[in-house]
């Protein structure tokens, strides 16, 4: 897992952190806030030839836990059957898909790639 201590402005999302560090990294932003019947995908990103599915979570301070802890198993199902969907409308069926968490703990941006399997655990 890769941390990072963040300059923020004030009023910037967490998407808007989670964005600007996966593209500093090499990522390629395909789409945020993606919504279908099943849920929504907080970003699509692409590395390489994988499209990554990243769930975006913001918090202020940690009293109530780092943002990581709180994407739960129904979260993680919700997230799975959205990515498959978009991947269905996209014609990403053979290409590798993987789901990973951005943290976003006050000024720290934490990164787990893979932080989940396409079977939510």
Aim: one cysteine or more; a positive charge; aromatic letters at 6%.
């Amino acid at each position: 897992m890769a941390a990072e201590t963040l300059k923020r402005l004030p009023g910037s999302g967490g998407e808007d952190a989670a964005c600007a560090w996966l593209e500093r990294r090499g990522y390629r932003i395909l789409a945020r806030n993606w919504r279908c019947r099943s849920g929504e995908v907080d970003v699509v990103a692409r590395l390489g030839s994988t499209t990554v599915f990243v769930e975006v979570k913001e918090r202020r301070n940690a009293s109530h836990g780092l943002g990581l802890e709180a994407v739960t198993w129904s979260k993680r199902q919700r997230l799975v059957r959205a990515a498959r969907l978009y991947a269905a409308a996209k014609g990403l069926s053979e290409t590798d898909l993987r789901f990973d968490v951005v943290s976003v703990d006050g000024r720290e941006v934490r990164h787990e790639p893979g932080a989940f399997d396409a079977d939510g655990s």
